[in-house]
């Protein structure tokens, strides 16, 4: 138990189509994050939400791809035309409670654009 | 910005010695500096952090120590076990951010 459910877990598509990504956390949280984690690197923030509000977006972060939290509790991550260099692990992750700074990751959904 | 820089990019260390891995920071006013583990097809998990009041935080094998004047800060691990084998990543937060910046990681292999 992650505490955060991410779905799917692997996604293999097609250059050209939309894919999206959806991020349960198991309890409320106030702030939700999306990183991405290619091959061989560290993950690299793209959005985070403080409620259902989206405060920062990484220029990583193109016109191709939007991300939503429509209520305060799930998340949604589209990328809409996708390329190869799409591809990588999507990971959400949310602050512990009482530990400052501290991010707990869910187990990342892996796109595969071929 | 926060830019993170972390060294070596491999490490591969015989059972049972010490390993070593290497963070640099920009930012001065960072205060937080945490160390994640990801072994392979797995999420990063928190194995230790530490904040900028202390300069040396401990947890069984592990440790961190924190230069702020230097603006780097290590993990430190002991006799190491074929467990430890797996990608170790710090991080730092960006001010003004509510985010953590990751150094590229290191990949610590231990041979038994």
């Known amino acids: 138990d992650t505490g955060v459910s991410q779905n799917p877990r692997h996604k293999i598509t097609k250059r050209g189509q939309n894919v999206t990504f959806r991020c349960d956390p198991i309890?409320?949280?106030?702030?939700l994050y999306w990183y991405r984690q290619t091959l061989g690197q560290g993950p690299e923030f793209l959005t985070y939400?403080?409620?259902?509000?989206?405060?920062?977006k990484s220029r990583l972060l193109s016109d191709r791809f939007s991300a939503e939290r429509p209520k305060g509790s799930f998340s949604t991550l589209e990328i809409q035309r996708t390329e190869q260099g799409d591809s990588a692990m999507y990971l959400c992750?949310?602050?512990?409670?009482?530990?400052?700074?501290?991010?707990?990751f869910g187990e990342g959904s892996r796109l595969t654009v071929l | 910005g926060e830019n993170v820089e972390q060294h070596p990019s491999t490490l591969s260390v015989q059972e049972g010695d010490s390993a070593v891995i290497k963070c640099t920071y920009s930012?001065?006013?960072?205060?937080?500096f945490p160390w994640y583990k990801q072994e392979l097809g797995k999420r990063p998990q928190l194995i230790i952090d530490?904040?900028?009041?202390?300069g040396e935080k401990k947890d069984q094998r592990i440790a961190v120590t924190l230069n702020k004047t230097a603006k780097h800060f290590s993990l430190h691990i002991t006799e190491t076990q074929p467990e430890d084998s797996a990608v170790y990543f710090c991080?730092?937060?960006?001010?003004?951010?509510?985010?953590?910046?990751f150094g590229q990681g290191t990949r610590l292999t231990i041979n038994p």
């Open positions: 992750a949310y602050p512990r409670p009482l530990l400052t700074g501290e991010l707990f």
């Open positions: 309890s409320e949280h106030n702030r």
């Open positions: 939400f403080q409620n259902e509000a989206q405060l920062e």
């Open positions: 930012d001065s006013a960072s205060n937080y």
């Open positions: 530490i904040r900028s009041n202390v």
């Open positions: 991080a730092a937060p960006r001010q003004g951010a509510q985010k953590l910046v």
